[in-house]
C-alpha cells in the first residue's frame, strides 16, 4: 500500500493545476452567462424604470416645444400633462 501511495505523490501538483484552472473557468463562464451576484437585477430593473420615465418626460417636453400654439393654450396643455 505505500509503494501505491508513493507513485500518487507525484501526481498531486498536476491535479491541483487542473483543479485551478477549471475554477477559473467557470468563474470566467459564470460572469459571460449572467450568473452575478443577487442584487445586479434589481439595479437593472431600477435602472430600466427610470429610463423608460425619462423617455416619456423628452416626448412630453418635445411635445410642448415643438406646438406652435398661443401662449394661454400652451399653459392649459401643459396643465393637462402634469394631470397625467
Known amino acids: 500500500m505505500g509503494f501505491e501511495f508513493a507513485l500518487l505523490i507525484p501526481l498531486a501538483p498536476f491535479a491541483l493545476g487542473a483543479l485551478w484552472i477549471w475554477t477559473r473557468h467557470q468563474s470566467k463562464m459564470a460572469e459571460k452567462y449572467g450568473h452575478l451576484p443577487k442584487g445586479v437585477d434589481a439595479d437593472t430593473d431600477r435602472m430600466r424604470e427610470e429610463l423608460k420615465y425619462l423617455k416619456e418626460r423628452v416626448a412630453v417636453l418635445e411635445q410642448i416645444t415643438t406646438d406652435g ?11 393637462k400633462l402634469r394631470d397625467r
Open 69 to 79: 400654439h398661443g401662449t394661454r393654450q400652451l399653459e392649459n396643455e401643459i396643465e
